[in-house]
C-alpha cells in the first residue's frame, strides 16, 4: 500500500460528479501542512480548501467534515511511518540502535499530532467503530515492527529474554504518554532519551534493583 492510497473507512461516496484523478492527494498533501502549522481547533475547512484550490463544495464530496480530513491525513501518514521504520529494522545498525531509532522517528512524527491520540482515545471502546478498526489493523502493524527489533536485541544478548509482544507493547505505551503528556519545555531528543533510557534499564538504581529482585524471588517461593 503507498502513502496515499485511499482509507477504507473514509472513503468519499460515489455519487455526484466522478471525482477528479489526483485531487484527493491534492488536499491531502494540502491540509497535512496546514494540520502541522497549527493546532487541530484553529484548522478551518476553508482554509484547506483556499491552500488545495478548491471550492468549500468539492472539499466536502471528498470530506464531509474536519475530523474525517484530520484523520485521513494522519492514517495516511501513519503508512509513510510505517515505512520509515521498516528500513530501520532492516538496516545493519546494531539492535539497540535500533530501538533508540524507532523510538525517534516514532515521536518525532506524533510531535505535531498530539490530537490524533486524543480523537482514537475517545473511540477506543467503539469497536464498530471504522476509524477505530482501521487505527488498530495499523497499530498492529507497527507493534510487530517493534517486536521484531525487539527479539532482535535479545537474540544478540542485550535484552533480558521475555515475552517480546508484552515488551512491544509496554515501549508503545511509554512513548503513548511520553507524547500525549510531555511539557512545552520539554524537547524531542530529551524525550527519546528519556523513553529508551527507562525501557531499557528501568528507573531503578542499582540498590532499587537489587530490593526488586529479593521480593519477587520472595514472593515466588511464597507460591511455591
Not at 90 to 114: G, M, N, S, Y
Amino acid at each position: 500500500m503507498t502513502p496515499l492510497d485511499p482509507v477504507p473507512s473514509i472513503a468519499p461516496p460515489q455519487r455526484g460528479r466522478p471525482r477528479t484523478a489526483g485531487l484527493r492527494e491534492t488536499i491531502l498533501r494540502a491540509a497535512q501542512v496546514i494540520f502541522a502549522r497549527h493546532d487541530y481547533h484553529e484548522v478551518l475547512m476553508e482554509d484547506v480548501a483556499r491552500a488545495s484550490g478548491v471550492g468549500k463544495g468539492t472539499l466536502y464530496r471528498y470530506f464531509p467534515g474536519k475530523r474525517e480530513l484530520y484523520v485521513a491525513v494522519m492514517f495516511e501518514g501513519i503508512e509513510r511511518l510505517r515505512g520509515e521504520l521498516q528500513v530501520v529494522v532492516q538496516a545493519a545498525d546494531p539492535p539497540l540502535r535500533k530501538i533508540e531509532r524507532l523510538v525517534h522517528c516514532t515521536l518525532a512524527h506524533f510531535w505535531d499530532r498530539q490530537f490524533f491520540f486524543s480523537l482514537i482515545h475517545r473511540n477506543e471502546h467503539k469497536p464498530d467503530d471504522p476509524d477505530n478498526r482501521e487505527w488498530l489493523r495499523r497499530r498492529s502493524e507497527l507493534a510487530l515492527i517493534f517486536q521484531k527489533a525487539i527479539e532482535q536485541a535479545t537474540a544478540a544478548g542485550y535484552v533480558r529474554t521475555l515475552d517480546s509482544r508484552i515488551a512491544t507493547e509496554m515501549l508503545l505505551g511509554m512513548l503513548r504518554g511520553a507524547n500525549r503528556y510531555r511539557g512545552p519545555d520539554d524537547t524531542l531528543e530529551n524525550m527519546v532519551r528519556a523513553v529508551v533510557d527507562v525501557f531499557l534499564c528501568g528507573v531503578g538504581n542499582a540498590d532499587g534493583r537489587r530490593l526488586a529482585k529479593s521480593e519477587t524471588k520472595g514472593r515466588i517461593s511464597k507460591r511455591s
